[in-house]
């Protein structure tokens, strides 16, 4: 019998502008593949890329309705026949996929679990895929997405960092949404003993009271961005 | 008879005002650990990092002598006492390890293995590490590094991405030194199928006639970044 070891690969990209990631993940057997929080201006490129690398992009997933850009899945769509799957209390018609915890998402032989993250917005999925998360905005590193819109909740953040993504093996490689100081990724282990907010034991009280004291201002781009991404990305 | 799989960690770090990439490699057993190409105004970020992830620094290593930022390997050793290492034609009197060809850099049971790239500088090294390499300004994605200045040329740029990059195996990682259209890596088979210079058999010929057809600037920092750099930084 021969065992073939199945291994996804994983290609994170950057979009400079709005420091967001996306990344790519395969089946280098199948070569069957997804893409995780495409950038709106970035589509060009990561259309290209995924011709090079010989994918077969099978789905486009948000981790959530993004407040600070547009997402390149409706182009993406328009361009491969991908499926568009975002979490189910977006409400946004153009996808094909309502997400919920527990969904589980095939490329050949790898596997995205859906687990349903909520607290950044009502919106957030965490895709988990053998030994990698890909935390979009609810988990940051040293840090984690801000809870005053778009339903967020601190006390909802707070539970899904600690008993969702925490709960996961220290091992566990993360991959946030963005970063702003030059991080690429992190580990559960790290965020757990490092994360300023929420590491060495920080009280769920203690927390609520940090994110609810942060006088933030409304991304620029939010008036727009939320729709726009309801609707896949495809607006003026 | 256990056998223990031995894996080098590689954590990717960026500065964003020079688009520079960092890399922190280690042996996750001994603990012991390289980094490469640190960028000065960075260096608090990454001794936090290093101290955080428990690694004991041995090397602060140079792809080569920059012209675009000041490195923080000066800095660092200040702090943690670990051994710069720097192609030999550097001629950095501040260094430690004055490295050529051939040279291996132990780590606990992980190695760097020194390949001299001249071509964008005279000091340019790749270093390979278990099927990856960091290729510094020599071999970007989709690009290759300048060779206009501090005693680069073109045909030798060409002859150490051919000869020596391009015949690792396909698989092969590539961790450049920049980025400036949100790429993190990319792999030998991909810059030999698609790199616009360089890849699908371009000749040796045409490449020296485009690079020596670009009319670029001078960076900015040049005529404090080579001389800071020779000194390991340590400037004010």
């Given at each position: 019998?021969?065992?073939?070891?199945?291994?996804?690969?994983?290609?994170?990209?950057?979009?400079?502008?709005?420091?967001?990631?996306?990344?790519?993940?395969?089946?280098?057997?199948?070569?069957?593949?997804?893409?995780?929080?495409?950038?709106?201006?970035?589509?060009?490129?990561?259309?290209?890329l995924?011709?090079?690398?010989?994918?077969?992009?099978?789905?486009?997933?948000e981790?959530?309705?993004?407040?600070?850009?547009?997402?390149?899945?409706?182009?993406?769509?328009?361009?491969?026949?991908?499926?568009?799957?975002?979490?189910t209390?977006?409400?946004?018609?153009?996808?094909?996929?309502?997400?919920?915890?527990?969904?589980?998402?095939?490329?050949?032989?790898?596997?995205?679990?859906?687990?349903?993250?909520?607290?950044?917005?009502?919106?957030?999925?965490?895709?988990?895929?053998?030994?990698?998360?890909?935390?979009?905005?609810?988990?940051?590193?040293?840090g984690?997405?801000?809870?005053?819109?778009?339903?967020?909740?601190?006390?909802?953040?707070?539970?899904?960092?600690?008993?969702?993504?925490?709960?996961?093996?220290?091992?566990?490689?993360?991959?946030p949404?963005?970063?702003?100081?030059?991080?690429?990724?992190?580990?559960?282990?790290?965020?757990?003993?490092?994360?300023?907010?929420?590491?060495?034991?920080?009280?769920?009280?203690?927390?609520?009271?940090?994110?609810?004291?942060?006088?933030?201002?409304?991304?620029?781009?939010?008036?727009?961005?939320?729709?726009?991404?309801?609707?896949?990305?495809?607006?003026?």
């Open positions: 019998m021969v065992t073939t070891l199945v291994k996804r690969q994983i290609r994170q990209l950057i979009d400079n502008r709005s420091s967001t990631y996306t990344y790519l993940v395969w089946d280098p057997n199948s070569r069957e593949a997804a893409i995780i929080d495409p950038v709106r201006e970035q589509v060009e490129r990561d259309l290209k995924i011709h090079e690398l010989d994918l077969i992009l099978k789905y486009s997933l981790t959530h309705i993004h407040a600070d850009h547009l997402t390149g899945s409706g182009l993406i769509r328009e361009s491969l026949d991908c499926s568009i799957g975002v979490h209390n977006a409400a946004s018609e153009c996808s094909d996929l309502k997400l919920v915890d527990g969904d589980n998402i095939s490329m050949g032989e790898v596997k995205l679990e859906v687990i349903h993250t909520p607290g950044h917005t009502n919106t957030d999925i965490s895709y988990l895929c053998d030994g990698v998360v890909f935390s979009g905005d609810i988990l940051l590193i040293r984690s997405g801000r809870t005053d819109f778009q339903s967020g909740d601190p006390g909802q953040s707070y539970d899904s960092i600690t008993n969702r993504l925490f709960t996961l093996p220290s091992e566990t490689l993360i991959y949404g963005h970063d702003y100081n030059g991080f690429t990724c992190s580990t559960v282990g790290e965020e757990k003993q490092f994360n300023p907010r929420l590491g060495n034991g920080a009280q769920r009280d203690d927390y609520i009271r940090l994110m609810q004291s942060m006088k933030l201002t409304k991304p620029d781009r939010m008036d727009s961005a939320v729709p726009g991404n309801q609707a896949c990305g495809l607006v003026e």
